[in-house]
């Protein structure tokens, strides 16, 4: 047999097409996420992350594009999705003047539960939110609130999560928590797409996608991403390196610098031209130089740039031939 169980592919889309006006949000867009995985997704501010995760949910029909969730058409079959998918939104959503019991029981009773009650208990216990089930959501903080809303988009076991920007705002030791529960979903063969800002949750997923201006420009496990870039990255230490910052920007091949503590950053591409032009300086100055981890806040950086100066130059390319 030449293919593998295409059960285990959970998300194939192709050429995934969303416009808002004439403007394409979502553009031709190549998706394959498979069973289990956490699968993250990265991107600028209005790149079309929660576009494309209301795409895959069915809350929004695509323009252009075909493809499958949980096996299900995305274009016939919305429905059917829309009850297999656990949907987490970028915004919290659930009524602040309930308390997570009642928020969690309000959400059963949407999914038709026939076991409403067990199942509540139940999301109590295993997140944690039991000693707090009578408190009204309105009043929690952003940690626990992010707990009810991943409680509520597990309650009906759905065996695909679309979480968008979960722990936005949410301090280092619940993101860790919840990233640990993110890693245990997964074990037991739960798939999560994750939307996220922050670069230690990218590093913890087993694949990401980079999307800019609506298009799917990287896509690779971290370690890939990392290689593909062809990144390099060099620290330079000493008294004066940070004063040194503007000067060194001025290296040649010096794409990235980035003081980093008591440290400068410096990244670029090109060693041939960038590391004879760092050595000579580090010597004039008496800095300590070596070699570094290129990180993937390095990549996405780049990425990031590079996708906006293709940007404005097809910009300028579209009005220029306007004019
Ligand atoms: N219903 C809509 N009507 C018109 N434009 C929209 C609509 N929804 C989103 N957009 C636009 O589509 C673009 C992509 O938005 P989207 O919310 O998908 O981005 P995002 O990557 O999730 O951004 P963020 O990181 O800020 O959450 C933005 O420019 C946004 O203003
Ligand atoms: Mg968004």
């Known amino acids: 047999m030449a293919q593998g169980p295409a059960k285990d592919v959970i998300i ?13 949000v979502v553009d031709h867009v190549d998706l394959k996420v498979t069973r289990g995985e956490i699968f993250g997704f990265l991107g600028p501010n209005g790149s ?19 493809g499958s969730c949980l096996g299900y058409d995305l274009r ?14 970028q915004r919290f959503s659930y009524y602040e003047d309930l308390s997570i019991r009642e928020n ?3 959400v059963a009773r949407v999914y ?27 009043s929690l903080s952003g940690g626990w609130k992010q707990r009810l809303a991943l409680a509520a988009s597990l309650l009906h076991e759905p065996k695909l999560l679309l979480l968008d920007e979960p722990t936005a705002g949410v301090d280092p030791k619940a993101r860790r928590d919840f990233w640990e529960e993110i890693h245990q979903l997964s074990a037991r063969g739960i798939t999560v797409l994750v939307s996220t800002h922050y670069m230690d949750e990218a590093e913890r997923c087993h694949r990401l996608a980079y999307i800019a201006y609506g298009k799917m420009l990287a896509d690779g496990s971290p370690a890939e991403l990392i290689a593909q870039s062809g990144l390099k990255t060099w620290a330079l230490s000493g008294a004066t390196a ?3 910052t503007m000067a060194i920007r001025e290296l040649p091949g010096a794409l990235q610098v980035v003081p980093f503590g008591t440290v400068v950053h410096v990244c670029g591409r090109d060693e041939n031209i960038l590391l004879p032009a760092l050595q000579q300086f580090s010597q004039v100055h008496a800095l300590t130089l070596a070699s570094t981890d290129v990180k993937l806040e390095h990549v996405f950086i780049q990425l990031m740039q590079s996708s906006s100066d293709n940007f404005q130059l097809s910009s300028s390319i579209k009005s220029g031939a306007q004019a």
């Open 12 to 24: 194939d889309v192709h050429g995934l097409t969303k416009r808002f006006g004439d403007r394409a």
């Open 48 to 66: 079309g992350k929660t576009t494309t995760i209301r795409l895959l949910c069915g809350l929004l029909t695509p323009d252009e594009g075909e």
């Open 76 to 89: 016939t079959q919305s429905a059917a999705i829309k009850r297999e998918v656990g949907y987490m939104t």
């Open 104 to 106: 969690l029981e309000f």
């Open 112 to 138: 038709g539960m026939a076991n409403r009650k067990e199942a509540v208990e139940k999301a109590l216990e295993e997140l944690g939110l039991a000693s707090r089930a009578t408190q009204l959501a309105g």
């Open 242 to 244: 940070l004063d040194l």
